[in-house]
């Protein structure tokens, strides 16, 4: 089997997952975009200003600027809430394309060793990423009981190094950073890298 082969063969698949974790990617931004401005607006209102005849239109102004903003900040809140439940099915995608990737990896070269390494990411390349991504994604939930394999770690201790502490390995599934990371927010980008690695 070649890599042509078998993205043709999973093409329906890739663009499902795809499509299905960007939607609720585009959702989650646009949900904290509103979330921080609400809070920012919240937040300017500042300190109720003391109780004065004399200022009782001022006061009242903002008592009603303060109940709107209250009232949208709880609705904001539970928009919240809705997001953080689904960061985990949005984790499910992403670590099922990552789940496809390897598969087709490992069909066409056998072991990963067969494999180009492909374009260089962080301290590490493409092929890593895709296969050590996929491993961390899979087995998450068996961390601290049982540590990573070395490969794993490896990996990810360079990607940490590159990128950050959202890459530091727990007992969390990395999915959804990993796919940021190779940017495989549309199928072609998914093919592209895929083929690279023909």
């Keep these: 089997m070649t890599i042509t082969e078998y993205l043709d063969g999973t093409r329906h698949a890739a663009s499902t997952l795809i499509n299905a974790f960007t939607f609720e990617w585009k959702a989650h931004n646009d949900a904290a975009v509103v ?3 609400t809070i920012d607006e919240f937040d300017a209102l500042g300190a109720i200003p003391p109780l004065d005849p004399d200022h009782f239109a001022e006061h009242a102004r903002f008592a009603e600027a303060f109940q709107k903003s209250r009232e949208k900040y709880v609705q904001m809140r539970m928009v919240q809430e809705d997001r953080f439940e689904k960061i985990q099915s949005t984790a ?7 789940q496809l990737a390897k598969q087709g990896l490992a069909s066409v070269h056998g072991s990963k060793a067969n494999i180009p390494i492909g374009r260089v990411i962080g301290g590490t390349n493409l092929r890593n990423v895709i296969w050590e991504g996929r491993n961390q994604t899979m087995h998450f939930e068996e961390f601290p009981g049982k540590p990573y394999n070395p490969s794993v770690t490896a990996c990810f201790q360079a990607l940490e190094a590159g990128y950050g502490a959202k890459f530091a390995l727990g007992a969390k599934n990395l999915s959804v950073e990993i796919i940021d990371l190779l940017d495989w927010r549309t199928l072609q980008k998914y093919e592209n890298d895929m083929s690279s690695l023909a």
């Design 35 to 37: 979330y921080n401005q």
């Design 92 to 98: 499910i995608l992403c670590g099922a394309l990552l």
